[in-house]
Protein backbone atom coordinates (compact mmCIF):
# COMPACT_ATOMS: atom_id res chain seq x y z
CA UNK A 1 0.00 0.00 0.00
CA UNK A 2 1.17 3.72 -0.76
CA UNK A 3 0.25 6.50 0.42
CA UNK A 4 0.42 10.17 -1.57
CA UNK A 5 0.71 12.99 0.46
CA UNK A 6 2.12 16.51 -0.49
CA UNK A 7 2.49 19.69 1.15
CA UNK A 8 0.93 22.98 0.10
CA UNK A 9 2.41 26.02 2.07
CA UNK A 10 2.56 29.33 0.42
CA UNK A 11 6.13 30.52 0.38
CA UNK A 12 5.51 33.80 -0.69
CA UNK A 13 4.33 35.82 2.86
CA UNK A 14 8.17 36.64 3.06
CA UNK A 15 9.18 32.52 3.60
CA UNK A 16 12.00 31.29 2.02
CA UNK A 17 11.17 27.58 3.07
CA UNK A 18 8.30 25.48 3.71
CA UNK A 19 9.41 21.92 4.24
CA UNK A 20 8.81 21.97 8.16
CA UNK A 21 5.28 23.70 7.53
CA UNK A 22 4.59 21.02 4.91
CA UNK A 23 5.90 18.05 7.04
CA UNK A 24 3.78 18.90 9.41
CA UNK A 25 0.64 19.25 7.40
CA UNK A 26 1.27 15.91 5.60
CA UNK A 27 1.66 14.08 9.26
CA UNK A 28 -1.46 15.57 10.49
CA UNK A 29 -3.19 14.18 7.50
CA UNK A 30 -1.93 11.25 7.46
CA UNK A 31 -3.10 10.62 11.30
CA UNK A 32 -7.07 11.62 10.58
CA UNK A 33 -6.80 8.62 7.72
CA UNK A 34 -7.15 5.61 10.53
CA UNK A 35 -7.06 3.43 8.24
CA UNK A 36 -3.90 3.15 6.86
CA UNK A 37 -1.72 0.35 8.14
CA UNK A 38 2.00 0.18 7.64
CA UNK A 39 4.74 -2.35 8.25
CA UNK A 40 4.22 -5.05 10.77
CA UNK A 41 0.90 -3.89 12.09
CA UNK A 42 -0.69 -4.73 8.86
CA UNK A 43 1.06 -8.49 8.69
CA UNK A 44 -1.52 -10.87 10.40
CA UNK A 45 -0.30 -14.52 10.58
CA UNK A 46 0.12 -18.07 12.42
CA UNK A 47 0.96 -20.96 12.19
CA UNK A 48 0.87 -23.96 14.67
CA UNK A 49 1.21 -27.82 15.64
CA UNK A 50 0.01 -30.21 17.75
CA UNK A 51 2.66 -31.10 20.04
CA UNK A 52 2.42 -35.09 21.15
CA UNK A 53 -0.29 -37.40 20.42
CA UNK A 54 -3.10 -36.23 22.54
CA UNK A 55 -6.19 -38.23 22.94
CA UNK A 56 -9.05 -36.12 22.46
CA UNK A 57 -12.37 -36.14 23.86
CA UNK A 58 -15.26 -33.43 22.61
CA UNK A 59 -12.96 -30.48 23.40
CA UNK A 60 -11.17 -27.44 20.73
CA UNK A 61 -7.97 -28.65 19.59
CA UNK A 62 -5.07 -26.97 20.89
CA UNK A 63 -2.49 -26.32 18.15
CA UNK A 64 0.26 -25.85 21.09
CA UNK A 65 3.57 -25.48 19.03
CA UNK A 66 3.27 -22.21 17.39
CA UNK A 67 6.21 -21.73 14.83
CA UNK A 68 4.73 -18.32 13.53
CA UNK A 69 2.19 -16.07 15.69
CA UNK A 70 2.71 -12.63 13.44
CA UNK A 71 0.48 -10.20 15.79
CA UNK A 72 0.09 -12.75 18.52
CA UNK A 73 -3.95 -13.20 17.52
CA UNK A 74 -3.83 -16.98 17.60
CA UNK A 75 -3.77 -18.78 21.33
CA UNK A 76 -1.95 -21.62 21.80
CA UNK A 77 -3.52 -21.91 24.73
CA UNK A 78 -7.19 -21.97 23.98
CA UNK A 79 -6.87 -23.26 20.31
CA UNK A 80 -8.83 -19.86 18.98
CA UNK A 81 -7.61 -17.43 16.30
CA UNK A 82 -9.43 -14.14 17.20
CA UNK A 83 -9.48 -11.59 14.33
CA UNK A 84 -8.12 -8.32 15.10
CA UNK A 85 -9.79 -6.30 12.43
CA UNK A 86 -12.11 -6.80 9.87
CA UNK A 87 -10.90 -8.42 6.69
CA UNK A 88 -10.86 -11.66 4.52
CA UNK A 89 -8.90 -14.05 5.92
CA UNK A 90 -7.22 -17.28 4.69
CA UNK A 91 -7.80 -20.17 7.52
CA UNK A 92 -6.58 -23.90 6.61
CA UNK A 93 -5.37 -26.90 8.88
CA UNK A 94 -4.10 -30.37 8.27
CA UNK A 95 -5.96 -32.97 10.65
CA UNK A 96 -4.22 -36.47 10.72
CA UNK A 97 -5.27 -39.29 12.92
CA UNK A 98 -2.86 -41.56 14.69
CA UNK A 99 -2.06 -45.16 13.90
CA UNK A 100 -5.52 -46.42 12.33
CA UNK A 101 -8.39 -44.33 14.75
CA UNK A 102 -10.47 -41.85 12.81
CA UNK A 103 -10.61 -37.96 13.49
CA UNK A 104 -13.94 -36.58 13.77
CA UNK A 105 -13.79 -32.48 14.15
CA UNK A 106 -15.83 -29.07 13.07
CA UNK A 107 -14.74 -25.70 12.28
CA UNK A 108 -16.44 -23.10 14.51
CA UNK A 109 -17.12 -19.76 13.97
CA UNK A 110 -18.09 -17.81 17.52
CA UNK A 111 -18.93 -20.95 18.28
CA UNK A 112 -21.64 -21.79 15.66
CA UNK A 113 -20.69 -25.07 13.20
CA UNK A 114 -19.61 -23.82 10.02
CA UNK A 115 -17.95 -27.14 9.03
CA UNK A 116 -17.86 -30.45 9.67
CA UNK A 117 -13.91 -32.75 9.06
CA UNK A 118 -13.45 -36.28 8.96
CA UNK A 119 -10.14 -39.01 8.70
CA UNK A 120 -11.16 -42.45 7.37
CA UNK A 121 -9.96 -45.34 9.50
CA UNK A 122 -6.82 -46.37 7.98
CA UNK A 123 -3.23 -46.23 8.90
CA UNK A 124 -2.33 -42.26 9.68
CA UNK A 125 -5.42 -40.78 7.61
CA UNK A 126 -5.71 -37.60 7.47
CA UNK A 127 -7.61 -34.37 5.68
CA UNK A 128 -6.35 -30.95 4.41
CA UNK A 129 -9.41 -27.95 4.63
CA UNK A 130 -8.96 -24.68 3.92
CA UNK A 131 -11.64 -21.58 4.03
CA UNK A 132 -11.39 -18.08 3.12
CA UNK A 133 -13.19 -16.18 5.87
CA UNK A 134 -15.19 -12.99 5.64
CA UNK A 135 -14.30 -11.43 9.57
CA UNK A 136 -15.29 -8.97 12.00
CA UNK A 137 -12.60 -7.53 14.43
CA UNK A 138 -13.30 -10.29 17.52
CA UNK A 139 -14.78 -12.96 15.73
CA UNK A 140 -13.14 -16.77 16.84
CA UNK A 141 -12.09 -19.44 14.93
CA UNK A 142 -11.19 -22.72 15.99
CA UNK A 143 -11.17 -26.65 15.07
CA UNK A 144 -13.11 -28.36 17.95
CA UNK A 145 -13.18 -32.64 18.08
CA UNK A 146 -16.89 -33.53 17.65
CA UNK A 147 -17.10 -36.85 19.21
CA UNK A 148 -17.03 -37.52 23.34
CA UNK A 149 -15.04 -40.78 22.43
CA UNK A 150 -10.85 -40.96 22.90
CA UNK A 151 -9.63 -40.42 19.66
CA UNK A 152 -5.91 -40.13 18.95
CA UNK A 153 -4.75 -36.59 16.94
CA UNK A 154 -1.20 -37.49 15.44
CA UNK A 155 1.44 -34.70 16.40
CA UNK A 156 4.80 -33.91 16.15
CA UNK A 157 4.06 -31.71 13.22
CA UNK A 158 2.02 -33.77 10.71
CA UNK A 159 -1.38 -31.86 12.47
CA UNK A 160 -1.06 -27.97 11.98
CA UNK A 161 -3.75 -25.01 11.83
CA UNK A 162 -2.99 -21.65 9.83
CA UNK A 163 -3.91 -18.43 8.91
CA UNK A 164 -3.24 -15.16 7.69
CA UNK A 165 -5.14 -12.12 6.33
CA UNK A 166 -5.61 -11.68 3.18
CA UNK A 167 -6.83 -8.03 2.26
Known amino acids: MSVSVSGD ?12 EDLLQMLMRVNRQGDIITGPKKRIAFLAFVKGNPILSNNVIKFDDVETNIGNHYSPTTGVFTAPRNGLYVLSSMIMAYGSTTIQYEWRKNDAVFSHGFTNRGSSSSQSQTFIFELKKGDRIYIKHRTSTGERLDGGRFSYFNGYLLE
Not at 9 to 20: F, L, M, R, S, Y
Request: charged letters at 25%; hydrophobic letters at 15%; a positive charge.
Open 9 to 20: CDAGHGKKTCIT
